[in-house]
């Protein structure tokens, strides 16, 4: 291995491979280190295989971070629009789903190949299967010792992710760089995760596996309308793994479980029509019907409508718009999309992702304490944060 490169980039994802392409665009030289034995592990599962690359309606307030100014800089100078632009020159089709969502009307390895294709073009190289061991300072940048041999370049881009999904190769790794280098790193727990019952709450629910309905999950004053699933451990579905990125253990989860709807006018209009329905019959029509009969054996008094006095019902309807969830954790970074925390911003460079400690180190994607929504966010603050950087290394 040659050791005449102007950039390494630790880690082949989204955001490494962005940050080569966009660095070879420019001229430079550049290497990009992939542990595993393929580039873009997480982009090939991402979207059931479909690749939701970027999200048209992204905006700084799709993002969590201890800081959330940070993320704005990259985000605004290289929007969904541009790698759209890069997608269709490429003529990959794709489809928006729901909420600005694009996925690949094909294969997500159509965008691997892209970029893989981009760095190719402007000579770029790729190493799989090498795994960084040691990186130090020199005075002409960085040395890394690796399991193919010694690299060394005046810039170093720690591209290497977070914790999640560890059967895909993900570890720890760029934030020990972090704080090698002098960095703080910021408290790292899953995010976009399903989150687990126990005890009684489990044993409520664990038999309606499989049942899904559309609810409004809030928590710590933000709320996300899309569908619940009820698995075997806990909640899944999008509302749910959206609402984990703000809950911890012990937070109140309330769901909305007639999230269009006046539940105390629907209830008064059923109470009118259908005086002899039993409240469970009602709430079947309304509802998954496991779902609806399990709430009225548990929760909620069944008997007919006519029996209901108002404040009964407007006791029935408060219950079914705020319906507490107790979760009691989460499926950990096992199945969570993403990972929370990690490098601290306060240190880095928003327009350029350079650390203010060590001049030639950048850090960018999901390694960095910013974290998107569910819904390609993710992916456009990895493209975002590659390219800030590419152009900057």
């Given amino acids: 291995m040659s050791h005449s490169h102007d950039v390494l980039v630790i880690g ?8 080569a ?25 991402s979207g059931g295989g479909r690749c939701n ?35 269709e020159r490429h003529g990959i089709a794709y489809h928006e789903k729901e909420l600005g969502q694009l996925f690949c009307d094909d294969s997500s390895k ?33 040395r890394l010792r690796t399991t193919r041999g010694s690299l060394s370049a005046p810039s170093l881009v720690v591209a290497c992710g977070g914790l999640s999904i560890p059967s895909m190769g993900a570890s720890g790794f ?6 090698q280098f002098g960095h703080a790193v910021l408290p790292t727990r899953a995010g976009l995760v399903p989150l687990t019952l126990t005890g009684k709450h489990q044993e409520h629910l664990q038999d309606l596996s499989g049942v899904a309905l559309p ?41 909305d479980l007639l999230p269009d709807s006046d539940a105390l006018r629907l209830l008064r209009e059923q109470q009118a029509s259908r005086p002899a329905a039993e409240l469970k019959t009602v709430l079947s029509d309304l509802l998954p019907r496991r779902f609806a009969q399990r709430l009225c054996e548990l929760w909620l008094p069944n008997k007919p409508m006519k029996q209901f006095n108002e404040p009964q019902l407007r006791e029935i309807a ?8 107790i979760a009691s954790g989460t499926e950990g970074y096992r199945t969570a999309e993403v990972t929370l925390g990690g490098v601290d911003t306060d240190e880095l460079s928003s327009s350029t992702m ?33 390219h800030a950087a590419g152009n900057a290394v």
């Fill in 215 to 255: 609810v409004e999950a809030t928590c710590n004053g933000r709320s996300f309308r899309n569908f619940m699933l009820i698995t075997h451990r806990g909640v899944s579905g999008p509302s749910i793994l959206q609402i984990s990125s703000y809950w911890q253990p012990g937070d109140d989860l309330r769901l």
């Fill in 318 to 325: 408060t219950q079914l718009q705020s319906w507490p969830l």
């Fill in 354 to 386: 350079q650390s203010k400690k060590v001049p030639g180190l950048y850090f960018i994607g999901e390694v960095v304490d910013v974290t998107g929504w569910l819904g390609g966010y993710n992916f456009q603050w990895a493209w975002a944060s590659g």
């Fill in 174 to 179: 760029g934030y020990e760089l972090a704080r």
């Fill in 21 to 45: 392409l966009t660095a070879g665009q420019r001229g430079l030289r550049v290497l990009v280190v992939e542990h595993a034995n393929r580039v873009g592990k997480k982009i090939l599962m």
């Fill in 110 to 142: 159509q965008i691997v190949k892209m970029l893989l294709d981009e760095c190719e073009a402007v000579g770029a190289r790729i190493e799989t299967g090498c795994s960084v061991e040691h990186v130090q300072r020199t005075d002409e940048g960085f």
């Fill in 53 to 87: 690359f970027t999200n048209t309606g992204t905006t700084p307030a799709n993002y969590l971070s201890a800081n959330p100014h940070f993320c704005k800089s990259a985000l605004a100078r290289y929007t969904p629009l541009d790698f759209i632009q890069m997608v």
């Fill in 12 to 19: 082949g994802g989204a955001a490494g491979l962005m940050c």
